[in-house]
């Protein structure tokens, strides 16, 4: 596949999923997740109803967190945030100074939230799988197993592995 392609399927895939097909729409919905980041940063994770039934399915994958009750449920939108900024500009949809402006203020909300990279993958999984199981239907039961199980999967790796940016960079 040329770059090209994979340029064109990112976007319909970022249009399919997020209704984001220019510089416009995109700025809309990154300032719509950084602020309601922003609004729940005094949410916190006990708050929410199915947290027990999430961990047990994480745990089913060998990860666990400890002391996870006091986590903002902020770490969803953020790490959605992240992504989005980073995979619009690999799209084009806004440069180098623009995605620098947007990822420094995710970080700094990622910092003052979060005291350390297992309290923001603990509140982007349970966060994730609270969404995740809102999904209904043909598609909803096959994105639900597949998709929760790539993401503790790739949580778990990146807070194990001793090259993992995780375990240099600290919060």
């Known amino acids: ?6 340029i064109k399927d990112e976007k319909l895939f970022v249009e399919a999923s997020w209704e984001i097909n220019d ?23 006990d708050a ?10 994480i ?10 009750d006091s986590c903002p449920i902020s770490g969803f939108d953020l790490v959605r ?7 619009s500009f690999s799209l084009g949809y806004i440069d180098e100074n623009e995605t620098r402006e947007y990822l420094n203020t995710i970080g700094g909300l990622i ?17 994730y799988l609270e969404w995740n199981g809102r999904l209904d239907g043909i598609l909803g039961s096959v994105i639900k197993e597949y ?3 790539e993401r503790v999967q ?4 990146l807070l194990e592995d001793s090259e993992s940016p995780f375990h240099s960079l600290t919060l």
């Open 1 to 6: 596949m040329s770059n090209a392609e994979i």
């Open 23 to 45: 510089d416009k729409s995109l700025r809309k919905v990154l300032r719509k997740l950084i602020a309601n980041a922003n609004s729940c940063s005094t949410i916190y994770l």
């Open 48 to 57: 929410i109803e199915n947290k027990d039934q999430y961990i047990k399915y």
């Open 59 to 68: 745990q089913s994958y060998d990860l666990s967190f400890s002391d996870i």
């Open 81 to 87: 945030a992240s992504w989005l900024t980073r995979i």
């Open 111 to 127: 910092q003052q939230q979060f005291s350390s990279w297992e309290q923001l993958s603990a509140s982007y999984l349970i966060m």
């Open 147 to 149: 998709s929760a199980k």
């Open 154 to 157: 790739g949580t778990k790796a």
